[in-house]
């Protein structure tokens, strides 16, 4: 008899405690939460887009119910302000769930790393010694060739008899670029070479990746209602091979890097081998060391192939656009060379269409969650210690109240007012702002610039045969970043002369 009367015992505990929560604080209004499972089956699969819809009906700060962990959203640049400034410190900690916390080796890294004497030393690691503009710079030759690797295998498939007036999918030779740029970046390794081969330790890698994103999203709603794990027993052995079969892999590659080393005296710009001549000034651990590189890899894999191809589907679809960035990098290039990074600065309009790219299109556009270490106050509404708190960078982004025509692709509007996208005005933030602001922001939207440019300089882009820009699938995929959910084919078009699109390879 006393079986059945346990979960009608837990489910009464659970609405008192409820109850208790919403008589003691002034929470935000929300969507009203069934017991147990809150709002749970309430969201739809595109989160940010839900959650914009029910700050439409309660308002730019929401409360939303993951079982019993309360979720604060806030949609507006100024209660982001007070998210991400004026309490900065209050809600610097992180919301871990399962796979985080094992991933992370419970937020020994950075990224989910509670705010504290371990997330600064980490911080200081990133900001003074991995990506000060000295290191960025001596890097760049890895990214000029990854990009010109691209620009090259597009225009063999253009030119090819076969391919004349097919369209192309984009987002091969954008994530090959990625994967390629991140690994060199982080490990010093080239895993795919120029004919599209994997070796050995690229194939593992790659396995690892899928791996991880195979057991990262099972099973969620028990990160919400713990009490219902022994429902799904959680294959901690899974986690354990996984975690062992990643170090294995990094271990090797640090040990090639640390021979290498002794034999040549001296250490490359690569991060694998800054970290680990900053091991001991820094007093880092292994865990830690490992961890850093992994936090490079997933932060930075596919978030810039994504806002290209995100940028190159507008482009295409407001030919304007593409014609005007063209018509600039003939002005400032011309024709007889290929672009680079310095002459960046040359190129405000290429510039601000990157800039109305990730405002229209953040590649992460729900932050990750922030955790209430104390209780706070935002919006005039109680946030109590241990709530999760997300920023709704998509909803700020399009906010009619502080864009004019939001939903319009206008790069213009960055030359008629200069706004900052690295965490200094609230209207803006695809790097998120704060302590908690991306470190690598900087290398990113080089990367991006760059790859757009050469794009843009050397092909004409046009939608394939029989299909209206306006009839893109704009819709984004469910996830913690946007991919498109109809990935983007595109005919390309060379407008250069031929020995421009031959890549010379860096030897980093």
């Known amino acids: 008899m006393g079986l059945p009367l346990l979960p009608v015992a837990l489910i009464l505990l659970l609405l008192a405690y409820k109850l208790y929560q919403r008589l003691r604080f002034k929470l935000p209004p929300g969507p009203r939460p069934w017991p147990i499972v809150g709002n749970l089956y309430d969201v739809k699969p595109v989160r940010f887009r839900c959650f914009a819809e029910w700050a439409q009906a309660y308002g730019p700060i929401i409360s939303v119910w993951f079982g019993s962990t309360l979720n604060v959203v806030v949609s507006s640049s100024e209660l982001a302000k007070e998210v991400l400034k004026e309490n900065d410190q209050q809600l610097a900690d992180r919301f871990r769930n399962r796979s985080?916390?094992?991933?992370?080796?419970?937020?020994?890294?950075?990224?989910?790393?509670?705010?504290?004497?371990?997330?600064?030393?980490?911080?200081?690691?990133?900001?003074?010694?991995?990506?000060?503009?000295?290191?960025?710079?001596?890097?760049?030759?890895?990214?000029?060739?990854?990009?010109?690797?691209?620009?090259?295998?597009?225009?063999?498939?253009?030119?090819?008899?076969?391919?004349?007036?097919?369209?192309?999918?984009?987002?091969?030779?954008?994530?090959?670029?990625?994967?390629?740029?991140?690994?060199?970046?982080?490990?010093?390794?080239?895993?795919?070479?120029?004919?599209?081969?994997?070796?050995?330790?690229?194939?593992?890698?790659?396995?690892?990746?899928?791996?991880?994103?195979?057991?990262?999203?099972?099973?969620?709603?028990?990160?919400?209602?713990?009490?219902?794990?022994?429902?799904?027993?959680?294959?901690?052995?899974?986690?354990?091979?996984?975690?062992?079969?990643?170090?294995?892999?990094?271990?090797?590659?640090?040990?090639?890097?640390?021979?290498?080393?002794?034999?040549?005296?001296?250490?490359?710009?690569?991060?694998?081998?800054?970290?680990?001549?900053?091991?001991?000034?820094?007093?880092?651990?292994?865990?830690?060391?490992?961890?850093?590189?992994?936090?490079?890899?997933?932060?930075?894999?596919?978030?810039?192939?994504?806002?290209?191809?995100?940028?190159?589907?507008?482009?295409?679809?407001?030919?304007?656009?593409?014609?005007?960035?063209?018509?600039?990098?003939?002005?400032?290039i011309g024709t007889e060379r290929v672009m680079t990074e310095a002459d960046f600065t040359s190129l405000p309009y290429l510039q601000c269409v990157v800039k109305e790219a990730l405002r229209l299109h953040p590649p992460t556009p729900l932050m990750l969650p922030h955790r209430a270490n104390t209780h706070v106050k935002i919006g005039g509404y109680d946030i109590p210690k241990g709530s999760s708190v997300h920023v709704n960078v998509w909803a700020i982004a399009r906010d009619p109240a502080v864009w004019k025509n939001p939903l319009e692709f206008r790069p213009e509007r960055f030359l008629e007012e200069d706004v900052d996208m690295k965490g200094h005005d609230f209207r803006l933030l695809p790097f998120g702002a704060g302590r908690r602001v991306c470190p690598g922001a900087q290398l990113a939207i080089n990367l991006v610039t760059s790859m757009l440019g050469h794009l843009l300089h050397h092909f004409v882009w046009a939608p394939p045969e029989g299909v209206k820009p306006e009839h893109f699938d704009l819709s984004e995929n469910p996830g913690l970043v946007t991919y498109m959910r109809t990935p983007l084919q595109a005919v390309a078009n060379p407008r250069l002369p031929s020995h421009l699109y031959k890549r010379v390879a860096a030897d980093m």
Not at 132 to 139: D, H, I, N, S, V
Not at 243 to 254: F, H, Q
Not at 255 to 265: F, I, V
């Open 100 to 332: 985080a916390a094992r991933f992370s080796r419970d937020g020994k890294d950075l990224i989910w790393a509670d705010y504290g004497p371990h997330y600064v030393k980490v911080r200081k690691v990133c900001t003074l010694e991995l990506f000060t503009p000295k290191r960025l710079e001596a890097l760049r030759p890895i990214r000029e060739d990854e990009v010109t690797a691209m620009v090259e295998s597009i225009f063999n498939h253009c030119t090819h008899p076969d391919n004349s007036g097919k369209s192309l999918l984009v987002k091969e030779y954008l994530g090959a670029v990625a994967f390629n740029n991140i690994t060199r970046l982080t490990f010093g390794k080239r895993f795919v070479n120029s004919e599209g081969l994997t070796d050995e330790q690229g194939l593992e890698f790659k396995a690892i990746m899928a791996n991880g994103v195979k057991i990262g999203g099972s099973l969620p709603i028990t990160d919400h209602i713990p009490w219902l794990r022994w429902m799904f027993p959680l294959e901690e052995e899974a986690f354990h091979k996984h975690g062992e079969r990643r170090d294995r892999l990094t271990n090797i590659i640090m040990e090639e890097h640390t021979q290498a080393r002794k034999k040549s005296g001296g250490a490359k710009q690569h991060f694998v081998d800054a970290l680990l001549t900053l091991q001991d000034k820094y007093d880092l651990c292994d865990d830690t060391v490992i961890g850093l590189l992994w936090d490079m890899i997933t932060a930075g894999m596919d978030t810039t192939a994504i806002s290209v191809e995100w940028a190159m589907a507008e482009l295409i679809k407001n030919p304007r656009v593409q014609h005007k960035a063209q018509e600039e990098l003939d002005r400032v």
